[in-house]
């Protein structure tokens, strides 16, 4: 069977594939859960503390009575992503089942927190598409590379100095800071908890 021919098959079997609605709508959710669903997608620079922002803003929601969960980029690479690597193909593709993820958690009534470097703005304008404009918050962690390399706590900055990590964000690979994103939080001006609290305070309106 030829390359075409199989594309061919493919696309002829989309033709059986049928959407299910439930039983559930939106609204129902919201009202059983007291809050609406939002993707807060943190993006920034290795070693940002976008990782660290997203369990506590997590741990905060859910002492609060809300449910949500995180979705991190190093977590999903174990597992869902672990086929993938870090050419620009494998991130966009990383990035697109990720948000495809999200949404799939919003859709349940969840509040979910995304730590993801996600360098590029189209791949971050692939997510919002996705999950929607009315869900998605994008939260620059705008930590200055210096303060990332500084601290460096996984070895990364190290390694790719040394030549061995190729394509690394923020020395051999661009990274474009969000043109307007909903908010800035540099976490090397603020503690934690403020950063936490700007996060609860946008959110706030989502509570009923």
Not at 19 to 27: I, K, Y
Not at 113 to 119: G, N
Not at 166 to 173: C, I, K, L, Q, R
Request: proline share 4%; hydrophobic share 40%.
């Amino acid at each position: 069977m030829t390359k075409m021919n199989t594309i061919a098959d493919a696309h002829k079997g989309i033709a059986h594939i049928f959407w299910h609605a439930g039983q559930v709508t939106a609204e129902e959710r919201r009202l059983h859960s007291g809050q609406r669903p939002a993707t807060i997608w943190l993006t920034g620079l290795s070693g940002a503390g976008k990782s660290t922002l997203a369990c506590a803003l997590e741990r905060s929601l859910v002492q609060a009575g809300r449910s949500a969960c995180v979705l991190d980029g190093d977590n999903l690479r174990h597992r869902l992503n672990s086929d993938l690597g870090f050419s620009a193909q494998d991130r966009q593709e990383n990035i697109r089942r990720s948000a495809e993820v999200a949404r799939l958690m919003n859709d349940a009534g969840l509040i979910v927190v995304c730590a993801f470097i996600s360098p590029l703005r189209a791949d971050r304008d692939m997510a919002r598409q996705i999950i929607g404009d009315d869900n998605f918050v994008e939260v620059h962690v705008s930590t200055p590379r210096t303060v990332c390399e500084e601290r460096d706590p996984k070895g990364l900055y190290k390694k790719a100095r040394a030549g061995l990590i190729p394509e690394f964000t923020g020395v051999s690979a661009p990274y474009e800071a969000p043109l307007l994103p909903t908010l800035a939080l540099d976490t090397a001006a603020l503690s934690l908890e403020q950063c936490c609290e700007r996060l609860l305070g946008h959110l706030s309106q989502r509570f009923d």
